[in-house]
T-cell receptor, first 114, second 114 residues
Framework: AQSVTQLDSQVPVFEEAPVELRCNYS??????LFWYVQYPNQGLQLLLK??????LVKGINGFEAEFNKSQTSFHLRKPSVHISDTAEYFC????????????FGAGTRLAVHP | DGGITQSPKYLFRKEGQNVTLSCEQN?????MYWYRQDPGQGLRLIYY???????QKGDIAEGYSVSREKKESFPLTVTSAQKNPTAFYLC?????????????FGPGTRLTVL
């Protein structure tokens, strides 16, 4: 069965420090991978996506993620966070073939402190 | 500007009442989705529709109903049969005819049952 695991429910970090939010998936078929961000009481906004090609994907707001097929991971990174990056981050996976379902992880709350 | 609108942003209802949440999109997307979000649980799929006049149950459809009479609109009714309806509800849409499933989200409706 396909699934997505976000390994940390909360990540506290100081402003200007680097951050990594971890995401692992389980699938027997090819995948497409997404990271979304959600600010309080708002909808989800796409940060970046991996469809094919280069395994290092750059997104908005200085975020990037690396697809690692052998480790079935798609970790999100930012070299220097800002207070405004405080939000909930969701990893999501869709699978090639069949119904286009998007499976979401439980989310990671990033809290950036001054 | 193309996008997804949800109304109202906040909704209060008394126990035993049905309530309908609105979702409209002008992105010309074929597929539309409804998700429920509870703290610490990520997003759970309620219903989805890939084409007008057709829709399927998601993972937690009990106590909910939908209709898809127009491509642009996918209203969700929360019925009195839904045992715990207080939650944040998100509507999304996607282009159906592509292999991956990048979804675009509305701003959400927060439903509180008094």
């Amino acid at each position: 069965a396909q699934s997505v695991t976000q390994l940390d429910s909360q990540v506290p970090v100081f402003e200007e420090a680097p951050v990594e939010l971890r995401c692992n998936y389980s699938s027997s078929v090819s995948v497409y991978l997404f990271w979304y961000v959600q600010y309080p009481n708002q909808g989800l906004q796409l940060l970046l996506k991996y469809l094919s090609g280069s395994t290092l994907v750059k997104g908005i707001n200085g975020f990037e993620a690396e697809f690692n097929k052998s480790q079935t991971s798609f970790h999100l990174r930012k070299p220097s966070v800002h207070i405004s990056d405080t939000a909930e981050y969701f990893c999501a996976v869709s699978f090639s073939g069949g119904y286009n379902k998007l499976i979401f992880g439980a989310g990671t709350r990033l809290a950036v402190h001054p | 500007d193309g996008g997804i609108t949800q109304s109202p942003k906040y909704l209060f209802r008394k126990e035993g009442q049905n309530v309908t949440l609105s979702c409209e999109q002008n992105l010309n997307h074929d597929a539309m989705y409804w998700y429920r979000q509870d703290p610490g649980q990520g997003l759970r799929l309620i219903y989805y529709s890939q084409i007008v006049n057709d829709f399927q149950k998601g993972d937690i459809a009990e106590g909910y109903s939908v209709s898809r009479e127009k491509k642009e609109s996918f209203p969700l009714t929360v019925t009195s049969a839904q045992k715990n309806p207080t939650a944040f509800y998100l509507c999304a849409s996607s282009i159906e005819k592509i292999s991956y499933n990048e979804q675009f989200f509305g701003p959400g409706t927060r439903l509180t049952v008094l």
